[in-house]
């Protein structure tokens, strides 16, 4: 799972930024130049000098799959997808090239950013049942279709390798993946155990053969248990994955690819801070009770620099991270791995939050902002979802806090991992185990990508979270607002007991379970204060996202 809320709260904070000329001065792009103009054109690459020779031929082989998915997840959005595609690619007028470049950029003739409305005449609105299920087919039939099925067809039926079709009367048909799209997934399947043929990786060689079997065989368990199991310099994510394509239901997965090279100097950085996690837990600013004396394995983290991507990894926003598999008994049996796209984090750092940084930060302090304390902050966050109160006791009763919170669960758990992310990699400094060159930066630069989360808005539970924290902190004056200049400020004295009394805060009230209590703290500050809503009203014209190019697929 990735980014669906975040594209919702981008879309509903977007709406209508793109196009503002009238009609009768429109211009002849029809606007869609300024959409484009969101999205900041960006190469993305990585270092293969260290490939050995076969994963340097397996590697070109693998991004010879990437055009293979592209046509899958086309075929898989809209019926009409591929035939549009090839018209607009033969359309060489300066409209019909800026057409083609928007549809690439979304993968789609609809806006991801708008609404996900079409920005091309003649396309219809985009069908909440993808190509997945019959045009006509309504939920209800589905539905009372399904309750007729036996349980092993109702699995199927509901499962996230099939379509749903119609057979010759009429009546509701399962289809396989890999018998609806057989032409393609056999190329594909060619294409994996050539590359499996050539890495010299072992654990890559056996997820890509492994893999190349399920496309044709329709079942992915064995090949997702190698994909967790994946050890290797080249880091390859390919196969149907996300449902967020499915309105209807989110049964059914898209078809994407994440073709990338493991990061071994922050891989390194990783397996250092997760050396100290048990020293950070003891140290927790709680009451000892609260700790846990000894923490569990983590799931695993994999850091990555992305060379190419396939299918719905390239429509729209794109995704600096991911959580795999979604499928509840792998997950159970087997566990998650999470993937971060460091070279994709860098280009969003340089090409959103930098500006951002410039408009709303002091300019005394924006040369503090840098990429590294943003990463090494994003890297502490994601560790520190793992530390702090999970299961606890209430009334006697043992439960998780995610229960006791109910709906507040996840804004509470960001704003967590947020501010205890600040309060360990302080502590880590403390205690000489960072370099204290970071200090400063890393307040700096987290001040300023507050602006960049709480831009799309506060009710998603990343933005809802980054508000609670920044109201808090500017109440202990841990940060500060200048009229005159519309920008705001780190106090750098205020700040570090500010962040550890927040720490405490949070976590005691997860220890707790005290829904009361959290329910009080995100109405008083999980809100949108002027000052705020100033510095954020002043962004317009800063890019959304970016448009990546990938000169080694290319
Ligand atoms: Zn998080």
């Known amino acids: 799972m990735k980014r669906a809320l975040f594209l919702l709260s981008a879309a509903a904070l977007l709406a209508g930024a793109g196009c503002r000329k009238t009609s009768e001065q429109a211009p002849p792009s029809g ?14 690459t990585g ?15 693998l991004i010879e799959a990437v055009p293979i998915i ?79 099925l036996p349980e092993a067809g109702q699995k199927q039926a509901t499962g996230f390798f099939t ?21 393609l997934l056999q190329k594909l399947a060619r294409t994996m155990k050539e590359a499996a043929a050539l890495t010299t990786n072992a654990s890559l060689r056996k997820f890509l053969s492994s893999r190349a079997d399920a496309f044709l065989s329709n079942d992915y368990y064995t090949s997702d248990v190698a994909w967790l199991n994946l050890d290797s310099p080249i880091d ?25 090279l493991r990061n071994d100097e922050e891989t390194k950085k990783l397996s250092f801070f997760s050396a100290h996690l048990q020293e950070i837990e003891d140290n927790l600013p709680i009451d000892p009770a609260y700790r846990n004396a000894k923490l569990g394995a983590l799931s695993p983290i994999r850091v990555v620099d992305e060379v190419a991507t396939g299918g719905e990894a390239k429509a729209g926003v794109q995704t600096a991270a991911f959580n795999l598999p979604n499928d509840e008994r792998i997950i159970a049996e087997h566990g998650s791995k999470r993937v971060m796209l460091k070279n994709v984090q860098e280009a969003k750092f340089k090409n959103v939050l930098v500006p951002i940084a410039r408009r709303a930060l002091d300019s005394t302090q924006l040369s503090l902002v840098s990429f590294e304390p943003f990463f090494t902050h994003i890297l502490a966050h994601e560790l520190m979802h793992g530390l702090g109160p999970h299961t606890i006791t209430v009334g006697g009763k043992t439960t ?20 205890s992310g600040l309060f360990a990699l302080q502590f880590m400094i403390d205690r000489g185990l960072i370099s ?13 990508g507050v602006f960049r989360s709480i831009r799309f808005g506060i009710t998603e539970a990343h ?19 200048n009229e005159k200049t519309g920008t705001f400020a780190v106090d750098f004295a205020a700040i570090k007991p500010a962040v550890r009394e927040l720490t405490s805060l949070i976590m005691t009230i997860q220890a707790e379970g005290n829904y009361d209590k959290a329910k009080q703290l995100l109405d008083h500050y999980a809100v949108l204060r002027p000052e705020m809503k100033h510095v954020l009203d002043g962004l317009t014209g800063i890019p959304v996202d970016i448009a990546p190019s990938f000169p080694l697929a290319d």
Do not use: C
């Open 400 to 419: 998780t806090v995610r229960q006791a919170m109910r709906e507040l669960s996840s804004a509470l758990e960001e704003a967590k991992a947020d501010v």
């Open 236 to 260: 390859v994510t390919i196969g149907p994955y996300e449902v967020y394509m499915d309105k209807l239901f989110n049964y059914k997965a898209a078809f994407e690819a994440y073709i990338t």
């Open 436 to 448: 204290r060159a970071m200090e400063h930066g890393m307040y700096a630069t987290f001040l300023a």
């Open 70 to 148: 592209d046509r899958l997840y086309l075929r898989q959005a809209w019926m009409g997808n591929e035939a549009l595609l090839g018209s607009l690619s033969a359309d060489r007028s300066a409209q019909g090239r800026l057409k083609y470049r928007y549809f690439l950029i979304n993968m789609g003739p609809w806006s991801e950013l708008d609404h996900g409305e079409p920005f091309l005449d003649g396309v219809p609105a985009r069908p909440p049942q993808a190509n997945y299920y019959p045009d006509n087919m309504t939920k209800e039939e589905f539905n009372t279709w399904l309750a007729k």
């Open 163 to 183: 379509t749903i079709r119609r057979d010759a009367p009429g009546t509701l048909t399962i289809v396989p993946y890999s018998e609806e799209y057989a032409d």
């Open 47 to 61: 270092d293969t000098s260290s490939l050995s020779g076969g994963d340097r031929k397996a590697l070109r082989k």
């Open 31 to 44: 606007g869609l130049d300024a959409k484009i103009a969101r999205f900041a054109p960006t190469v993305i």
């Open 463 to 481: 933005g809802r979270g980054m508000a609670l924290q920044f109201n808090y902190l500017l109440e202990k004056n841990a940060f500060s607002y």
